[in-house]
């Protein structure tokens, strides 16, 4: 069974920085696609960044330029380094694990960790 576990989230003031991680285990970490999304309260689950087994990105439009999404197959380790942060970027960060369906189309989350850009 997958197991996604973040860290790295915070209180920061506007303009500071953070990096968040995920530790994938129970599977083959470089067969996934991997994802960072956010839930703001009472708003929707958005993606914020993703990057595919084969390394390609892809970010929302309101974090391209500020962050930076990559991965480390040699650790198991998703990363999400956000600069620039800003008061809308506060909110809960989760890890997603997906396989494509014609691997079975597997998706897995993480448990979240809080990110909070205030003064």
């Known amino acids: 069974q997958v197991q996604l576990v973040e860290s790295g989230g915070g209180l920061v003031q506007p303009g500071g920085s953070l990096r968040l991680s995920c530790a994938f285990s129970?599977?083959?970490?470089?067969?996934?696609?991997m994802g960072w999304y956010r839930q703001a309260p009472g708003k929707q689950r958005e993606l914020v960044a993703g990057i595919s087994s084969g390394g390609n990105t892809d970010y929302a439009d309101s974090v391209k330029g500020r962050f930076t999404i990559s991965r480390d197959n040699g650790k198991n380790t998703l990363y999400l380094q956000m600069n620039t942060l800003k008061p809308e970027d506060t909110a809960v960060y989760y890890c997603n694990a997906a396989l494509p369906s014609s691997s079975g189309g597997a998706n897995y989350w993480g448990q979240g960790t809080q990110v909070t850009v205030s003064s």
């Open positions: 129970g599977s083959i970490f470089r067969f996934y696609d």
